[in-house]
């Protein structure tokens, strides 16, 4: 049985202040208090040492020890294709390309089963929760050209997923709409039934499309009609040409949706002239868009077709924080043709970030967290998030010292409370790996 109150010791919070250790208590699933250990590390002979603790035997502990390692409030991943994840065995790519990755994808996705791809889904989420990332947005398949059954089934797969993970993780579902003009009022009709069976928010990459604008009012209007948030795939090409987040921040104006309208990708941002993209950002800022980065997904697409100076497909990170854009970074794809990598581990996520918008200064480590946890959980519209007083008391502690030794370091061993409750516990003991290695090497001499 869980108890009702958990106090937790000599913890650090990097999001905080760094070198520091807190003493916090939380009472039925929320922080009661978070208070600054003034005089150090706290002896607690009565806590359990979290270093050695199994699933088991945190949830009998009433208070625990963090033995110095840091908690932060759990990852939240904003962008993420759970339906495609893992179907990298039957769906190959052999260039690398988005095209051929949306084409072949396009061209087996009539063979998935609902029961394949809710299992896709719940395999995808559940790797996720243990790595730290409670709340999941997932953009879903909705090939609406290949029938209304082959495109509900990725909807139907996601809400049992949702159920089944209910007390695991949070699970916000973003159907991705083609938005072909010609087929609008069909559109409608089948969006329109997706929304009153319970997803989330509008999806969709517009600027796939022969008229992005079209698309983008009608996601717009849809959204302010069924009072969503709109979350849309946007300029995902090295074509500095490509502006469709002009026209989106445009729609985003008229419809008055500031704060609820995200984009993600714009990798054509970093394809154009300076002083156009900076033009474009202002603009995303004064309408209240925000961003999310894909930095793993991107570095793998993009810059395909060029030679020797090879366009990286990251947005323009950097700029986009400095106007006060919100950004986010997100895992995108797991092992599918678009990625073959990933795992849905967000921390993995932030670190290929930071290497890539050369985020690597000691000032740029919190900036580098943020990302992952409060921006895209005010992207997701989550309340009561982080580390406070009242706040839900959802978190992940993780085998570091210190923010930027999370970076260095990817710690394997990582324990996940979701509102009080702990779920997952995965632990690396350094002794049981030091004996195996020298075991190892004996045998091997």
């Known amino acids: 049985m869980e108890p009702g109150r958990i106090e937790l010791v000599n913890a650090r919070l990097p999001l905080k202040e760094e070198g520091r250790l807190y003493r916090l208590v939380l009472e039925d699933g929320a922080w009661r208090s978070v208070e600054r250990q003034e005089e150090g590390w706290l002896a607690a002979p009565e806590a359990l040492p979290i270093g050695q603790a199994g699933l088991g035997e945190l949830r009998g502990a009433a208070t625990v020890d963090l033995q110095g390692r840091t908690l932060l409030p759990a990852f939240v991943d904003v962008h993420l294709h759970l339906d495609k994840a893992y179907s990298l065995p039957a769906v190959r790519n052999r260039s690398g390309t988005l095209r051929e990755a949306i084409d072949n994808y396009r061209a087996h996705v009539a063979g998935f089963s609902k029961e394949e791809l809710r299992e896709r889904i719940m395999r995808g989420a559940r790797t996720a929760a243990s790595y730290g990332s409670l709340l999941l947005r997932t953009h879903l398949d909705v090939p609406l050209h290949l029938g209304r059954d082959v495109a509900m089934r990725s909807v139907e797969a996601a809400l049992e997923a949702r159920e089944s993970l209910r007390d695991i993780v949070d699970l916000q579902l973003f159907p991705m709409f083609a938005y072909e003009q010609r087929r609008h009022a069909e559109l409608s009709e089948f969006a329109g039934e997706t929304l009153r069976m319970g997803v989330d928010g509008i999806g969709g990459a517009p600027h796939l499309t022969d ?231 004996g045998k091997n001499l």
Request: net charge negative; with cysteine.
């Open 211 to 441: 008229d992005p604008g079209a698309g983008i009012e009608w996601a717009l209007a849809l959204a302010a009609g069924a009072d969503r948030p709109v979350d849309l795939h946007l300029d995902e090409t090295d074509d500095p040409q490509m502006r469709t987040i002009g026209l989106f921040c445009d729609a985003v104006r008229r419809h008055g949706y500031g704060g609820r309208a995200t984009a993600g990708h714009l990798c054509s941002l970093s394809a154009m002239p300076q002083e156009d993209a900076e033009r474009l950002i202002a603009g995303m800022r004064e309408a209240g868009v925000g961003a999310v980065t894909l930095p793993a997904v991107n570095l793998y697409l993009q810059g395909r077709g060029d030679r020797g100076n090879v366009r990286r497909g990251l947005t323009r990170v950097k700029e986009l924080l400095e106007a006060g854009v919100t950004v986010a970074a997100a895992s995108d794809n797991i092992q599918d043709p678009f990625h073959p990598f990933g795992r849905g581990d967000l921390l993995q996520i932030g670190l290929i970030g930071a290497y890539a918008a050369h985020l690597a200064g000691e000032e740029h480590v919190r900036t580098v967290l943020r990302m992952l946890t409060e921006a895209p959980a005010a992207l997701a519209g989550v309340r009561n998030y982080g580390v406070a007083p009242g706040c839900a008391a959802s978190f992940v502690v993780l085998g570091a010292a210190s923010g930027e030794e999370l970076l260095q370091e990817l710690p394997s061993s990582r324990w996940v409370c979701r509102r009080g409750g702990w779920i997952s516990a995965s632990v690396l003991r350094r002794e049981e790996l030091s004996a195996g290695a020298e075991a190892f090497v």
